[in-house]
T-cell receptor, first 112, second 111 residues
């Protein structure tokens, strides 16, 4: 019963480095989402996907790119990391997109 | 964009006390949800509300969907130490088909 799996769980990057966060779900969900969580600000939507091959911008998309080449995977990329991208990143998926999601356990990213 | 104002930001209570927290929005939502986040984990759904005026319970939790569709509250009765965590309200944005989250209420329970 894996649900939503995020890798890696922790990462430290230097300013300017690039990396990709992977989200994998085994529930055949159509909808997938990337959120970032910062203290006192709740979760803010970065990008989302309503199906394989589709992506869309959320509330805070700048500095990030995403891809959904396979239905079960949703990748979040940082091309040139900045300290402002230090955060905890959560992936979520949903079957219908209109009620509660299943969240992964998060990736804690620090950019120094 | 849409914003949810959640209050209080934090609460420190004694075990056995009841707790109430609420969420207000400048926009209408057709679905309100409440999540709990334990340390080091992702949020987990507690209660979902689909109709204005709806009152729903899940064990010691009770949540209501405001009549105006711009607010919701969550009550926890007879709190226990495992209630510790961050509670988030969320409204479903039908345009994006995505959730907008409040800033969270951090709950601490003194045994």
């Amino acid at each position: 019963n894996a649900g939503v799996t995020q890798t890696p769980k922790f990462r430290v990057l230097k300013t300017g480095q690039s990396m990709t966060l992977l989200c994998a779900q085994d529930m055949n969900h159509e909808y997938m989402y990337w959120y970032r969580q910062d203290p006192g600000m709740g979760l803010r939507l970065i990008h989302y996907s309503v199906g394989e091959g589709t992506t869309a911008k959320g509330e805070v998309p700048d500095g990030y790119n995403v891809s959904r080449l396979k239905k079960q995977n949703f990748l979040l990329g940082l091309e040139s990391a900045a300290p402002s991208q230090t955060s905890v990143y959560f992936c979520a998926s949903s079957y219908t997109g209109d009620y509660g999601y299943t969240f992964g356990s998060g990736t804690r990213l620090t950019v120094v | 964009g849409q914003q949810l104002n959640q209050s209080p930001q934090s609460m420190f209570i004694q075990e056995g006390e009841d707790v109430s927290m609420n969420c207000t929005s400048s926009s209408i939502f057709n679905t309100w949800l409440w999540y709990k986040q334990d340390p080091g984990e992702g949020p987990v759904l507690l209660i979902a509300l689909y109709k204005a005026g709806e009152l729903t319970s899940n064990g010691r939790l009770t949540a209501q969907f405001g009549i105006t569709r711009k607010d919701s509250f969550l009550n926890i009765s007879a709190s226990i130490p495992s209630d510790v965590g961050i509670y988030f309200c969320a409204g479903f944005d039908t345009g994006r088909r995505a959730l907008t989250f409040g800033s969270g209420t951090r709950l601490q329970v003194q045994p």
